[in-house]
């Protein structure tokens, strides 16, 4: 199954590509895109609909991950950051890939077993998990690799459950 995990964002979007196959993970490619602060909400949340397209269309994914976003005081950015993943899910529809969401509480129980670990206890059990040397950077990156995994987890204890 090959997984591409998104952190959304309409400044930074985090992706990363794996691959899951026999309980064994793969790195396939990570990065980010990013948006300049210059640039009108309506243009930046063409370039991330654009960038996650490519992306969509050069790995073919069986899924794509997202993360859920949680915001306690900046509404406005909420706001463009949930219209960021509007544009991200819209991508994916397109490419009729389906569209799975995380809460960031679920994504570090399946990456670290413990819903309440530290970002920093999340990106070094990514790097362990997907046996890199170091931990993906920028942090973005890292986090989106997280999602992939906990997609894996996910979807893996979903299909044992159906038989």
Known sequence: MIILGIDPGYAIVGYGIIEYKNNRYRVLDYGVITTPASMPLPSRLLKVFD??????????????????IFFTTNAKTAVAVSEARG??????????????????????????????????????????????????????????????????HCSCSLLSKAH
């Open 51 to 68: 960038e996650t397209y490519v992306l969509l269309e050069k790995w073919n994914p069986d899924a794509l991950s997202l993360e859920e």
């Open 87 to 152: 544009a991200i899910i819209v991508a994916s529809e397109k490419l009729r890939v389906p569209v799975f969401e995380y809460t960031p509480l679920q994504v570090k129980s399946a990456v670290v077993g413990y819903g309440k670990a530290e970002k920093f206890q999340v990106q070094d059990m990514t790097r362990v998990l997907l046996n890199l040397k170091s931990i993906p950077k920028p942090d973005d990156a890292a986090d989106a690799l997280a999602v992939a995994i906990c997609h894996a």
